[in-house]
């Protein structure tokens, strides 16, 4: 098994309170894992930057959207490891020199930027090993990591989040856990854990953008790739993955009010979410409540927090 590049700490597990509802809820903070690093995306590129190690790589290429939680943790890890970084951002229209959140620390960080057309992102992969040919040309070594850093190798730091939760998901009788599907790494390495630690827990999957097909078939293929390149004693079948639409909005990044007046409801309990992922998941979570009758849950705080300040505009609309 790959050993990872450390940078992130054990993360708590916090009961919120004040939300007046009837289900308990406890937060995995894995917006408390460090700093520039913060978020969901670092326990998978501690296992991805150890692989671009062993494969003696100088150079760091990956893409995401333009305030990508992603892109900016790969800068951060990549100024750490001394890795050249080079980010593939998607805009309909290149930004003004303005740079804010996410992209303000990309820039800060001296992360080298290109900027893709949605068109151009559709073909993700294959535009970036173009990208990485014409690198190799110049004598750089490239390793290229996908969207999310979401394969078999970043679904490992998921399988640690569900060993550092273990203990507390047994000891607490935890019924269900639920998190943000955005590429579909941290859903993946979070079912492969319950599956090699035999949680008797639900696992839901809220989906931010995309397609609950589109979804299940990617993290299949994840478990699939995971389970034979490490020779894992399990079996991921179609049926483990539980996946909820409905909280999409009009797309990727697009915030709405139900979960804007959820971002600035929960904020009051001393808790930030921000409009991509972690607010459009606590609302469907909410919502999602009305459905069943859980009594205690954990709720996985993906991060994100840098991304809010490209929305403050629509925030302060909501902010009373």
Known sequence: ??????????TPIEQLKGLKIRTKIFVKRDDLNGLLISGNKARKLEY????????????????????SNHCRTTAAFA???????HL?????????????GNLLIDKLLGAKIDYITPTQYERRM?????????LRKKGRVPYIIPEGGSNEIGALGYIDCMKEMENFIRRHKIEAIYCAVGSGGTYAGLLLGKKL??????????????????????????????????????????????LIDGYVGEGY???????????????KLGIILEPVYTGKTFYGMLEDFKKCTYKKVIFIHTGGIFSIFAFHKEIAKFLH
């Open 1 to 10: 098994m790959l050993k990872p590049e450390k940078l992130t700490i054990q």
């Open 48 to 67: 991805l930057i150890a692989d671009a190690k062993a494969k003696k790589c100088d150079t760091i290429i990956t893409c995401g959207a333009i305030q």
């Open 79 to 85: 100024k750490y490891f001394n890795f050249e970084c």
């Open 88 to 100: 593939l951002l998607r805009v309909r229209q290149r930004p003004r020199s303005v740079y804010t």
């Open 126 to 134: 294959e535009v970036m090993a173009e990208y990485a040919e014409r």
């Open 197 to 242: 630690l035999n949680l008797n827990v639900d696992l839901n999957g809220i989906i931010i953008c995309d397609t609950i097909e589109y979804f299940a078939e990617k993290i299949y293929e994840i478990c699939s790739n995971a389970e034979n390149r490490f020779d894992f004693p399990i079996h991921v079948r179609n049926s483990d993955i539980h």
């Open 253 to 267: 990044g697009v915030p709405y009010p139900a979960e804007l007046n959820t971002i600035t409801r929960i904020a």
